[in-house]
């Protein structure tokens, strides 16, 4: 047996919060670890490694299984392959202030020794490679290093995702939102789990760093820049996200 729902995204987006409210939950059963990957790096160990991940207790009435791999939102291949083992899951997507989880990304990145470069110089440089793309080439292209801007482009991911996988099944949650309500969202995704609703009281924030504010100016040019890709994710999912 399977996980019932999936988070597939987005990275620095509130995942690891979520996945850690949701394991506490007395009816869900959650792997050993979270970001599993198996649908984005470990598709060839093959589905029955996946599945010795899950405890059999989920085959009983009423329990859910779920895990949390951010980066299955950027692989390209993961929704086709998941959709091959698990056509009716439930996919929960997280998605942040596009500018807010660029800078959070490059930090992670430059905390874990992959980014050397200065935030502004990171961020303008990868700002033109992205400038140079069609709508087109921007739906085609997977995770690539560095993710700062790119990760931050929901509506190509999303689409990809929704070309395979029925809307129904969605439920998109804006992270500023769960940071500050985390109570109603909550709610709102056990609902959408079809759970009973059952009142947690604490909601610690997990994985959570505290930056050195960009410059206005900066922010100011990132906003410009994911304007239009906004505008795209707030039509396609006619939902307004106000994140200007």
Same mark, same amino acid.
């Not at 779920?66 to 692989?75: H, I, K, L, V, W």
């Given at each position: 047996h399977?996980?019932?729902?999936v988070i597939?995204?987005a990275?620095?987006?509130?995942?690891s919060?979520?996945y850690m409210?949701?394991?506490?939950?007395?009816?869900?059963?959650?792997?050993h670890k979270?970001?599993?990957?198996?649908f984005?790096k470990?598709f060839?160990?093959?589905i029955d490694?996946?599945l010795a991940?899950?405890?059999?207790i989920?085959d009983?009435? +009423?329990? =859910?299984? &779920?895990?949390?791999s951010?980066?299955?939102?950027?692989c390209?291949e993961?929704?086709?392959?998941m959709? !091959? #083992?698990?056509?009716?899951?439930?996919?929960?997507?997280?998605l942040r202030?596009?500018?807010?989880?660029?800078?959070s990304?490059?930090?992670?990145?430059?905390?874990?020794?992959?980014?050397?470069r200065?935030l502004?110089?990171?961020l303008?440089?990868?700002?033109?490679?992205?400038?140079?793309?069609t709508?087109?080439?921007l739906l085609?292209?997977?995770y690539?290093?560095p +993710?700062? =801007?790119? &990760?931050?482009?929901y509506?190509y991911?999303?689409?990809?995702?929704m070309?395979?996988?029925?809307?129904? !099944? #969605?439920l998109i949650?804006k992270?500023?939102?769960f940071?500050?309500?985390?109570?109603?969202?909550?709610?709102?995704i056990?609902?959408?789990?079809g759970?009973?609703?059952q009142?947690?009281?604490q909601?610690?924030?997990?994985?959570?760093?505290?930056y050195?504010?960009?410059?206005?100016?900066?922010r100011?040019t990132?906003?410009?820049?994911?304007?239009p890709h906004?505008?795209r994710?707030?039509?396609?999912?006619g939902m307004?996200?106000n994140?200007?």
């Amino acid at each position: 047996h399977g996980p019932d729902f999936v988070i597939i995204g987005a990275a620095r987006s509130g995942t690891s919060s979520l996945y850690m409210y949701l394991s506490r939950y007395p009816q869900i059963i959650s792997p050993h670890k979270k970001e599993l990957n198996f649908f984005s790096k470990y598709f060839n160990q093959g589905i029955d490694w996946y599945l010795a991940h899950f405890p059999s207790i989920t085959d009983t009435p +009423n329990f =859910l299984a &779920g895990e949390a791999s951010p980066n299955y939102f950027d692989c390209t291949e993961s929704a086709q392959r998941m959709f !091959q #083992f698990l056509p009716n899951v439930k996919l929960i997507v997280l998605l942040r202030n596009p500018v807010d989880r660029a800078i959070s990304c490059y930090y992670h990145n430059f905390y874990h020794g992959r980014e050397k470069r200065s935030l502004e110089d990171a961020l303008n440089l990868e700002k033109q490679r992205l400038e140079s793309l069609t709508e087109s080439e921007l739906l085609q292209i997977g995770y690539r290093h560095p +993710n700062n =801007l790119l &990760g931050s482009l929901y509506v190509y991911k999303l689409k990809r995702w929704m070309e395979i996988f029925p809307r129904e !099944q #969605f439920l998109i949650v804006k992270s500023e939102d769960f940071y500050s309500n985390p109570k109603t969202v909550m709610s709102t995704i056990i609902e959408f789990l079809g759970l009973s609703d059952q009142k947690f009281f604490q909601y610690p924030k997990c994985n959570g760093r505290s930056y050195t504010p960009i410059s206005q100016e900066l922010r100011q040019t990132l906003s410009e820049f994911f304007r239009p890709h906004n505008q795209r994710l707030e039509e396609y999912l006619g939902m307004s996200l106000n994140w200007d």
